[in-house]
């Protein structure tokens, strides 16, 4: 080193300063990067870091240039925590090389960052350039990023140590030659210190690494491994509670129940945290409407309030966007958690949740963005400043006394917090010990296209109006207060009792009458009903154009409510039900002042109105529907068939192939358009749409993917193999409607008979028998088919029988090294689960998947577990709910009378009719067909039927009717011409 580089680095008071402490100056640590989340990040982890009574003092650079010019101005910098890839791929080593040799800085400890693992250096020059560690961002997590810090601050400590020792002993080379030797050994004897105590650092990092991987594992098998005989326990105690009871056998079992749920709460808690600590845990992205989240988790908190008497209220501010992009499962999770503890540590009093925008929107990769604040404000017990600052740590309680009143895990918090960091959201709380206490979390979304946005902004028409508020519950006036003036312009007045109101509304009579009252129920002295009696029947209320409308409110007894509006028919206008969410309050005060143009949209709206609409052009067309898995055939067919599309069905690629080249019609009229799946046995979508496209008359034939495959790059592929759009699954109706009627030239064609009519009402949901599946979003599922139980009874018997042992199957796999083969399994079950609802395995199923598209092997097993534990919650359902079902199954005559001949033979022929064309109809045939026949003489077919009908294997099945119409003396010619 020249006399340059020893004055550069060696100034006597920065010295001082460095290695003496004598002044304590914080390490200085530069952080160089071109993206400023990392610099936040980064400096909020560190934010409070101290290392040997000394602080951080943070120096920021976004480029290479920048960092130039301030490595020189603070030649002292203890650290640089250095971004790899920046303005070009090794810009970072680059900048390496320069400080090393240009400025001879071989002082500063550098760690080296990227979040492209394929840019890592050569092993060379991480030695020759002095490197003091290298990881990738997505590995780097708080723990790794202390011990890089504190490994790397001790090194530099040292080598200035050594360095100053140096110095001094060369200074005294001047008077005593003899000292060389002296200087040389202690130089050599600190340089092996300094080797040795990072080599020890390096081990103890490596044993801490490894201890966590083992925790986290040991984590999530263990939560495995009790979950699943927890969820056998919670199914059958709902079987038996279901059975004639003692009050006694009762009360005991629904307590079994409730500790069983309670400690899978605690289970699933755990898991969260494993896959969050060893950054498991994915963020999705998605249109959503938010009032949907918020009305989710009002139906979920609401009831455990209600027993509590403690009321809630959902507040949307009228700036709001409602249709955003983001993750709505993820922030569910948040909003539930914090409401769930709001109700928890609250006694009485209310709860409020309240949305509003944070500063203003902004643009960026040409999309809008909107940070929204969200805040639920408590009146519970509070907390201690104390006990805040440790409250998002891991394993930590407000309440961490001895017997543990609230109970809980103490990770629902740390779990929020590690959320909204993923989603780059900030979260904190404020409290006052017994005065109840305010958590506030930020999250930035994306808008929607402007013709799908909604706010919750009264149109000209209703800006203005007079309304009255009347509830006994002050809080209760003072938030629906809030709610009806942010629609805007609403001109509010409260009464805390119905005489009171009675008086002010009909002094208003005489100048300016009210246009609403919203009112509570239950109230003293006068409740709800009795007000709107005594409105609806005075005669100065009834002179035109001065009643008022009115919408009541009520948290209890619904049942009730609805018998006395059926008894006094006393003109009620419509019915809130508390918690009162500002989007249900806007769409009751639209609805009965007819603006239902303004309307906020309820969940599957859209859906409603696509097959309304859009699908009328199309009714009639005829459709092949290639895909090799039952169940996804099964909800496919469903969908197609329930909107008019004549549907036939390819089990392969191969199948496909041959029905295009021969599947004219009897008018020589080709598919309208092919459905087409990508994995299939025998020949994939892929090839079978290069060989339709070599088909002269096919050339313009609309061919759709639709697959399972999301990732990027595979719409691309669907392209280039030569189809014209793609739609994924679990399938959205909605897309898949908009494609056909996108490609599928309109025109009158004939309509199915058998085709289900669209309600415009939403039906009902089917009979509870979907009571014991709590792993399916149920309302979803019955949405999506169309409310056909039958149909979700079929899909979720063959995914029984099925997976029922895919678990084993694919562990099986793996071990075989049949890695192709496991994926296909976990990809099939991951495009069923989907389009079943069952958001927690196919979320599950979707990261197994990716890890082993991608080989991530060191993932793998994680979240296998994971997989398996989502996969067996599902199939014990199921098996609860066969048992169920078989129970519930009346006696087989089996001695009775083949009575209905002519029913027979009709059903027979009608279900052979329909198995040659491959209609959905023919599932439901079995149905009516068996019952008839009796089970002694005809059991071993009617097995066979009931097994291969749903299963469209048309040759078992034509083979055992036939054998039947021998039996029964029954022709089958002409049925195909039915």
Not at 24 to 53: Q, Y
Not at 848 to 875: C, G, M, P, R, S
Not at 939 to 958: C, N, R, W
Request: net charge negative; proline share 3%.
């Amino acid at each position: 080193m020249n006399d340059r580089d020893e004055k550069f680095i060696f100034d006597d008071e920065l010295m001082d300063d460095a290695f003496t402490g004598k002044n304590l100056a914080p390490w200085k640590i530069m952080i160089v990067d071109d993206e400023n989340a990392v610099h936040e990040t980064t400096m909020r982890v560190l934010g409070d870091f101290s290392f040997e009574d000394r602080g951080v003092r943070f120096l920021n650079a976004f480029s290479a240039e920048e960092t130039k010019r301030l490595i020189i101005k603070h030649p002292d910098t203890a650290i640089i925590l250095l971004d790899v890839v920046m303005e070009t791929d090794h810009a970072g080593l680059e900048l390496v090389r320069h400080i090393r040799e240009e400025l001879g800085n071989r002082f500063v400890r550098i760690i080296l960052r990227t979040g492209q693992p394929g840019k890592a250096p050569e092993k060379k020059v991480i030695i020759e350039y002095d490197i003091s560690d290298y990881k990738t961002k997505t590995e780097l997590t708080a723990q790794k990023l202390f011990t890089a810090i504190i490994s790397s601050l001790r090194s530099y400590r040292d080598l200035g140590i050594i360095r100053k020792a140096n110095e001094e002993l060369k200074n005294e080379i001047y008077e005593r030659k003899k000292a060389e030797k002296k200087l040389a050994i202690l130089n050599a004897r600190l340089e092996e210190l300094v080797d040795e105590r990072t080599k020890k650092l390096a081990e103890t990092t490596e044993q801490a690494n490894a201890a966590s991987k083992a925790k986290s594992q040991f984590l999530a098998r263990m939560s495995h491994e009790i979950r699943t005989p927890l969820n056998g326990i919670i199914g059958l105690t709902n079987l038996i509670l279901k059975s004639d009871l003692t009050s006694r056998q009762d009360s005991h079992l629904k307590k079994v129940r409730e500790s069983s749920n309670h400690l899978l709460y605690i289970i699933n808690d755990l898991l969260d945290f494993s896959r969050i600590e060893e950054g498991k845990f994915t963020i999705d992205t998605r249109d959503f409407m938010l009032n949907h989240v918020i009305n989710k988790v009002a139906d979920i908190v609401g009831e455990r309030s209600a027993e509590k008497k403690v009321e809630l209220f959902y507040l949307i501010d009228k700036a709001v966007p409602l249709s955003l992009t983001g993750d709505p499962l993820r922030l569910n999770q948040i909003l539930i958690n914090l409401m769930g503890n709001a109700v928890k540590f609250t006694e009485k009093g209310e709860i409020i949740l309240k949305v509003q925008v944070a500063g203003k929107p902004w643009t960026e990769n040409g999309s809008e963005w909107v940070k929204l604040l969200f805040s639920v404000r408590d009146t519970g017990i509070g907390i201690s400043p104390e006990q805040i600052e440790n409250l998002f740590h891991p394993f930590t309680q407000a309440d961490g006394s001895v017997t543990r009143k609230y109970g809980g895990t103490g990770l629902g918090l740390s779990i929020c917090l590690q959320l909204v960091d993923l989603m780059k959201g900030r979260i904190w709380a404020e409290s006052v010990k017994g005065k109840g206490s305010t958590f506030f979390f930020t999250l930035p979304f994306a808008l929607q296209s402007e013709e799908k946005r909604y706010t919750l902004l009264a149109p000209k028409d209703v800006r203005g109006l007079k309304v009255m508020v009347i509830d006994d519950n002050e809080a209760a006036r003072i938030i629906f207060k809030d709610m009806l003036e942010a629609f805007d312009s609403f001109q509010i007045t409260v009464a805390d009792s119905g005489e009171k109101a009675l008086d002010i509304l009909k002094n208003a009579l005489s100048h300016k009458p009210y246009d609403m009252i919203l009112l509570d129920w239950k109230m003293p002295v006068m409740d709800g009903f009795e007000v709107v009696r005594r409105i609806r029947s005075d005669p100065v209320f009834m002179k035109k154009g001065s009643m008022p409308k009115i919408i009541m409110v009520t948290m209890y007894g619904r049942e009730d409510v609805f018998q006395r509006t059926k008894t006094e028919k006393i003109g009620i206008d419509a019915f809130l039900y508390k918690p009162v969410s500002s989007s249900a309050m806007f769409n009751s005060v639209m609805d009965v002042f007819g603006q239902e143009d303004v309307l906020v949209p309820r969940e599957n709206t859209e859906i409603e109105e696509v097959g309304s609409k859009a699908l009328a052009g199309i009714m009639g067309a005829r459709i092949l529907l290639v895909e090799d898995n039952e169940i996804n055939r099964d909800v496919a067919l469903a969908l197609l068939e329930e909107a008019g599309l004549i549907t036939e069905v390819a089990k392969n690629g191969l199948e496909a192939v041959e029905m295009v080249r021969t599947g004219a019609d009897d008018a020589g009229n080709l598919y309208d358009a092919v459905i087409m799946d990508i994995e299939m046995p025998e020949m994939g979508g892929y090839e079978a749409t290069r060989i339709i496209r070599n088909i002269p008359w096919c050339k313009n034939l609309p061919v759709i993917a639709m697959t399972a495959h999301a990732m990027k790059g595979d719409r691309e592929k669907c392209m280039d193999a030569g189809m014209n759009e793609y739609t994924t699954k679990p399938i959205d109706e909605q897309h898949l409607y908009a494609i056909l009627c996108k490609w599928i030239k309109p025109g009158k064609r004939d309509i199915l008979e058998d085709k289900v009519t669209r309600q415009k009402i939403i039906p009902e949901m089917p009979s509870n028998f979907l009571s014991v599946l709590p792993c399916i979003n149920l309302e979803a599922a019955a949405k999506r088919l169309r409310y056909n139980e039958k149909l979700i009874r079929r899909i979720l018997q063959s995914f029984l029988e099925k997976y029922g042992q895919a678990a084993d199957d694919f562990r099986k796999l793996l071990d075989e090294g049949r890695i192709r083969d496991a994926q296909r399994l976990i990809h099939s079950i991951k495009g069923i689960s989907g389009n079943l609802c069952a958001d927690d395995l196919f979320l599950a199923s979707q990261e197994l998947d990716a890890a082993l598209k991608q080989e991530k092997a060191e993932n793998i097993q994680t979240l296998t577990e994971a997989f398996e534990q989502k996969l067996t919650t599902l199939i014990t359902s199921l098996k609860s709910l066969e048992s169920e079902e078989k129970k519930a199954m009346p006696a087989l005559k089996e001695n009775r009378k083949i009575a209905d001949m002519p029913r027979i033979e009709q059903v027979m022929k009608e279900m052979y009719s329909l198995l040659k064309k491959k209609r959905l109809r023919a599932w439901e045939l079995p149905d009516t067909l068996l019952p008839l026949l009796p089970d002694a003489e005809f059991h071993e077919e009617k097995m066979i039927l009931k097994k291969s009908v749903p299963a469209l294997d048309t040759q078992k099945a034509f083979s055992v009717l036939s054998e039947l119409a021998d039996k029964l003396d029954i022709s089958l010619e002409g049925a195909d011409d039915q």
